[in-house]
């Protein structure tokens, strides 16, 4: 993809300058309901039934359908995380209700193979912390620096937008990620979320091991007269300078490495969006692959994480939401 090498060491002169200084360039877990809730119940729970323990954490849309047989038009999201602590999710959209003790099958709530990364919920930049294995990102937004260009929100800049009852992809679901840029001409803008932080982007190299998952999953929707075409790419210690298993052609020396030893050949996968709210998933074996224009690496190395970027390549003005963004566990 041309200009994708400028793309991350643009964005890292942004990040030492002061722009962003944690995270780089180019750069539910909830049980199968076993009970559905009632409206806002669910929450900090036990990690092993949704919508009946714990005080309510921006709980799911009124759970309906339950351990009788259902008819709801909405299965519902009790919010339990997999330690017990808290987790998130959309609340089955546009879903049926289950039968028996099954919970309806909209949206991605509930899902036992989820692994909340961030629903946003608290209104901050950060994502859902974690402790094992250490999980403590933050959202941001980036782009090439086009005269002219610009983006919302700044790159350094992020918070998450307020969601109307019209415009939420389900009952009860208040913030989500967003992002919105237009006249950026030499490789493009995004929007990016890492797993870890850390003080300079130059020194430390915090990566995440998320070889406990096979992929991701996450809600999205493009504004109208948005590009659709997004890629989502995977930030890695292969692909990324900071492994140091790759090389950067310097400025003064541009053709110093061959272009099979060159680093920001990441992992992508390519979506196409809609207008409405809709639940995307990835498999990280299946749909992600690399280009030819840098180091190309045997398969994705998923232990050494640095985070996901949600890009819209040159001239593609874009408007972007993202929620309730999750691993899919193994």
Request: hydrophobic letters at 30%; one cysteine or more.
């Amino acid at each position: 993809m041309p200009g994708l090498s400028r793309s991350c060491f643009t964005f890292a002169l942004l990040c030492s300058a002061g722009a962003c200084s944690v995270y780089g360039p180019d750069l539910m877990n909830g049980s199968a309901l076993s009970s559905a809730g009632t409206d806002g119940v669910g929450g900090d729970g036990t990690g092993t039934t949704g919508g009946t323990a714990g005080n309510s954490n921006s709980a799911g849309a009124s759970a309906q359908g339950g351990s009788a047989a259902g008819s709801a038009a909405q299965a519902g999201a009790g919010e339990t995380g997999g330690d017990g602590s808290v987790s998130g999710g959309a609340g089955g959209m546009a879903g049926s209700a289950g039968t028996g003790t099954t919970a309806g099958s909209g949206g991605s709530a509930g899902a036992s193979n989820l692994d909340l990364i961030d629903n946003l919920e608290d209104n901050d930049g950060s994502i859902r912390l974690l402790n094992n294995p250490k999980r403590d990102g933050i959202w941001d937004s980036g782009n090439d620096m086009t005269s002219g260009g610009t983006q919302t929100p700044l790159p350094g800049k992020f918070k998450p937008i307020l969601l109307s009852a019209a415009n939420a992809p389900y009952a009860g679901d208040k913030y989500a990620a967003y992002s919105k840029a237009s006249g950026f001409t030499s490789y493009g803008a995004f929007m990016n979320v890492s797993m870890r932080s850390w003080p300079n982007y130059d020194t430390t190299y915090p990566k995440y091991d998320a070889s406990a998952n096979k992929g991701i999953s996450f809600l999205a929707k493009a504004g109208t007269g948005s590009s659709l075409g997004m890629r989502v790419r995977f930030i890695s210690g292969d692909t990324d300078p900071r492994g140091g298993k790759c090389k950067i052609n310097p400025a003064s020396a541009p053709n110093m490495y061959p272009l099979n030893q060159l680093c920001y050949n990441h992992y992508f996968a390519e979506v196409t969006l809609s207008n409405d709210w809709a639940t995307y998933t990835l498999n990280f074996t299946d749909d992600f692959g690399q280009g030819m224009d840098g180091m190309v690496n045997p398969t994705i190395d998923l232990t050494e994480m640095y985070g996901l970027e949600f890009y819209f390549s040159a001239s593609n003005d874009f408007e972007l939401w993202i929620d309730d963004l999750s691993f899919i566990k193994n």
